[in-house]
């Protein structure tokens, strides 16, 4: 998913797709630890949406809060 896709979306929306994106490291490291995972660059990609979508909600934040 890339920055464009992300600014796309809707408050509730990020907030969705935060929850999935942190429920999708968490399987990806229990699959690590165990030893089952196979492509363990996926962790890296979910870890920088994480950021991309974090960012863009604190950018609407203080947007928001500059508007007020």
Do not use: C, H, P
């Amino acid at each position: 998913m890339n920055t464009a896709d992300i600014r796309g979306m809707t408050d509730d929306q990020l907030k969705d797709e935060l929850l999935k994106l942190k429920k999708e490291q968490f399987n990806l490291r229990f699959q690590g630890a165990s030893g089952q995972l196979e492509n363990t660059a996926r962790i890296r990609q979910v870890r920088r949406t994480i950021a991309r979508v974090k960012t863009a909600q604190t950018e609407r934040a203080a947007q928001a809060k500059k508007g007020s």
